[in-house]
Nanobody, 124 residues
Framework: QVQLVESGGGLVQAGGSLRPSCAAS????????MGWFRQAPGKEREFVAA????????YYAETVKGRFAITRDNAKNTVYLQMNSLKPEDTAVYYC?????????????????WGQGTQVTVSS
């Protein structure tokens, strides 16, 4: 089992920045590719970003590419999502997840463990 706890969400004006983090406990953190997803009211949960086990590979949704950056610190069992140039359409609950298969990391089905989510609200 892996337990994931997100923090660092909040309210920010358009153009601002936030850096949610996700702390993991339980099994060996570096065994898992990690991902961030988000879910806006009335919408499906969608892929945002993923990072490989060692952190040497990343992948982003087109909607956030160039604005968001995913990183991880395996010594601290933590993954981060640096979000810059935020837009109102980025408003959502953001979830981190621990996956098992890098090849399908954009799919929710590739992730076994999920955090409880952290709210990000971007005002216009």
């Amino acid at each position: 089992q892996v337990q994931l706890v997100e923090s660092g969400g909040g309210l920010v004006q358009a153009g601002g920045s936030l850096r949610p983090s996700c702390a993991a406990s339980g099994r060996t953190f570096s065994d898992y590719p990690m991902g961030w997803f988000r879910q806006a009211p009335g919408k499906e949960r969608e892929f945002v970003a993923a990072i490989s086990r060692r952190g040497n590979r990343t992948y982003y949704a087109e909607t956030v590419k160039g604005r968001f950056a995913i990183t991880r610190d395996n010594a601290k069992n933590t993954v981060y999502l640096q979000m810059n140039s935020l837009k109102p359409e980025d408003t959502a609950v953001y979830y981190c997840a621990a996956g098992r298969d890098w090849a399908t990391m954009t799919s929710r089905d590739a992730y076994d463990y999920w955090g409880q989510g952290t709210q990000v609200t971007v005002s216009s």
